[in-house]
């Protein structure tokens, strides 16, 4: 027996998640998405796991593409996951007209305003349901000062750390 997606997404809204954005490609051919669902795999060789709904660009692209780049948002950043995510009508590389962005040594997309900028190299995927799950070696990491954007109960909030 499984439960009723309803059930799921209610579940899965309790657990906080850090908002990312998945970026992939260059120019007029740059996809990207909205995503929680970002961690880490391995510290050697440093890897992390990205999954995408297999129905979008993103998906494709990086498939194709074979590196993707994450952008963890900063806490003022709910603009930009929102239009991302596809809130705000833009599609394609028409969602890069939001923020500053710069281009990485790897040809990536790169939030200027990003707390974290990964890049990766696509090691190895599956299909799980409707989505693929990337795993990617990370080749380059940007770091900036700020709290990042996490989101939980259908509200974005302020991950700030306490020392």
């Given at each position: ?31 990207g998405i ?72 790897q040809g ?17 995927y599956t ?37």
């Amino acid at each position: 027996m499984t439960i009723s997606t309803d059930l799921f997404r209610k579940t899965m809204s309790l657990f906080p998640g850090a908002v990312t954005l998945v970026t992939v490609g260059q120019g007029d051919g740059r996809r990207g998405i909205t995503a929680t669902a970002v961690c880490s795999v391995t510290d050697t060789p440093p890897s992390l796991l990205v999954c995408v709904n297999r129905a979008t660009e993103t998906c494709t692209e990086i498939t194709r593409l074979k590196h993707f780049s994450i952008q963890l948002l900063d806490h003022t950043s709910d603009d930009i996951a929102l239009s991302f995510a596809g809130a705000k009508g833009l599609h394609g590389a028409a969602k890069f007209s939001v923020g500053v962005w710069e281009e990485t040594d790897q040809g990536l997309p790169q939030l200027t305003t990003a707390v974290a900028s990964v890049c990766c190299e696509l090691s190895s995927y599956t299909d799980v349901g409707s989505h693929r799950v990337f795993i990617g070696t990370i080749k380059d990491s940007t770091l900036e000062v700020g709290d990042a954007l996490i989101y939980a109960r259908a509200q974005f909030g302020r991950a700030q750390a306490t020392l």
